[in-house]
């Protein structure tokens, strides 16, 4: 399947990250989150303003493309790289274009600090620095974002579609995909079993 070379975040997103709200903050999805394509989904929330929101889905494997494969497809040296990241399916929104969500050790020109410690490059250049060997600490590539119009996700969280929870490095990028549902949830020190549609957490 034929892949966009990445671009920075596009306009459409209708971000002002300096606006705060609930940026840097994670997503967790309610267990009874009706939409398919976020059920117990974990969003690293990089922007969110009276404009809308947009955020990466953190734990929906990407299949069937591997980093090499990519770097391929893009026309990026050297291949093999000298170092490999995961990646994973951002979200629902224009999935052919690509993000890197890193520690913030590494940055260019265009990269969006998402809160101290974490930032989103949506530059080839990343993916140079890393299959070269450097780029950042931490970090992995995402296809894709989730999006939200004004309002849209504040009324989502007063339906208790999701529950907020302060991001940490082990979450975003050393818990393993089938389990940072449950860890996200246990830094609320709150029990899946416990929860229902009708009680929330924003």
């Not at 997503?27 to 009874?32: D, E, H, N, R, Y």
């Not at 947009?54 to 026309?75: A, W």
Request: aromatic share 6%.
């Amino acid at each position: 399947m034929a892949r966009k070379t990445p671009k920075p975040i596009p306009a459409s997103a209708g971000i002002d990250p300096r606006e705060g709200w609930l940026t840097g903050q994670l997503l967790v999805a309610m267990p009874a989150m009706q939409d398919p394509r976020f059920a117990r989904a974990v969003i690293c929330l990089c922007a969110h303003s009276g404009d809308g929101a947009m955020g990466i889905v953190l734990n929906k494997p990407l299949e069937g493309l591997s980093f090499e494969e990519l770097l391929k497809q893009l026309n990026l040296d050297p291949v093999p790289p000298q170092r490999r990241i995961r990646l994973v399916s951002g979200g629902p929104v224009e999935n052919g274009r690509g993000f890197v969500l890193h520690s913030d050790d590494w940055e260019t020109e265009g990269s969006l600090k998402v809160q101290p410690g974490v930032a989103l490059t949506a530059s080839v250049d990343i993916l140079k620095a890393i299959a070269g060997g450097g780029g950042p600490r931490e970090g992995f590539l995402a296809l894709g974002y989730a999006g939200w119009g004004p309002g849209q996700l504040e009324n989502e969280i007063q339906q208790n579609a999701w529950l907020s929870v302060p991001a940490d490095e082990r979450l975003l990028f050393a818990a393993a995909p089938d389990r940072l549902w449950r860890e996200a949830l246990a830094k609320l020190h709150v029990d899946p079993a416990l929860l229902s549609g009708t009680a929330g957490h924003a």
